[in-house]
């Protein structure tokens, strides 16, 4: 089963951490938004060259996931089956606020991904993407972003 | 959507890594703990500036998530919704320990966090608290922190 | 609740970054494979000697998991229980490649894992393995694993 696909590099320096944020405005109550560019556009700024970088929601009814950016009829898949395995009209809930089902579903999916950086750029599959997951939208939302490496 | 809300800043230094653990008792089968406050005691502890904090549950029937920490009603909404996706007594179950529905929600939500640190202090969004999550109590439990930076 | 298992310790350097990769082949459609010893070299090689190590999956129908690799049933639980809530067959997707199930697991357990290093050896729990999760198999595979720290 292990085939070693490459000669294992270390690499030693200083190290550097960039910090960044965004903004988006969210359009309907559950939707997924490709940010990948804007994420590439930080970690292009932070002249970071390895590493790591981290996607980070501050928000509790959203979250950030990495999945397929070519069929967009893959999200709407995502979205619709999450609302039908946590509907938000589930009998029970205590929470006032009719959004129960946006926090279960921001711990599911995290609320925070992390890519590695090489060469300066994120290393993402030839299929992935970096979402932002709206669970309770439509909202105005803030995405942290941070380069850690050398 | 693209609105930048900061400059990016960029630090360089040598870097530095913190680690320390702490015990928790739950009193549940399933329960939501926050513990918050002890991880932020740890980043103060370490001094270190900026970089990241990684909180970490080293059990396989337990999660970390960071989730609402204002009304105790979106945990009490978590753990049910959980509950009843992912009952106790499923049919066909092979494992004898009467907790295979804990093995699934310890990886659906994970078994670890990491939270931004940036002047010296945590950034969680406003709503945001780091939570234990029993799913196999009451137990006797540990977490592991590690905070990496300059 | 709060009771401190260790003292906290911390220690400062240049960074380190290792990059290595390995290939595996999975048999079923939905499998979890254990990859731990396979990380565990990438570990010894870099020489690092405390830190991080990141397990990356760039695949959108496959995740990387922490879960006990004690009991072969708690892998067979876990995958019946999700191919349970989230079937193959599902009415109403529309993503043409029967595999809009394998998408969603993806993102529920995410794409990637994180393990501390310390002493030169990943902090696992005494039942943690790692598991690459295959969720449309069979199919060769890539796994990304990169060390951080000093």
Request: aromatic content about 6%; charged content about 25%.
């Amino acid at each position: 089963m292990w085939i070693p696909a490459c000669a294992g590099m270390t690499r030693e320096s200083i190290m550097k951490i960039h910090d960044e944020s965004f903004q988006l405005h969210t359009e309907r109550r559950c939707e997924m938004t490709d940010i990948t560019k804007e994420v590439e556009i930080v970690v292009c700024q932070s002249e970071i060259e390895a590493g790591e970088v981290t996607v980070y929601c501050p928000h509790t009814t959203a979250a950030i996931t990495i999945n397929e950016n070519a069929d967009p009829d893959v999200l709407y898949d995502m979205t619709m089956t999450l609302n039908e395995l946590i509907p938000q009209n589930r009998r029970g809930y205590r929470h006032a606020e009719q959004n129960s089902d946006s926090h279960v579903k921001s711990s599911l999916f995290g609320c925070s991904e992390r890519i590695m950086v090489k060469n300066s750029k994120m290393v993402l599959g030839t299929w992935q993407g970096i979402f932002f997951c709206e669970f309770d939208g439509p909202r105005s939302r803030k995405v942290l972003v941070q380069v850690r490496g050398i």
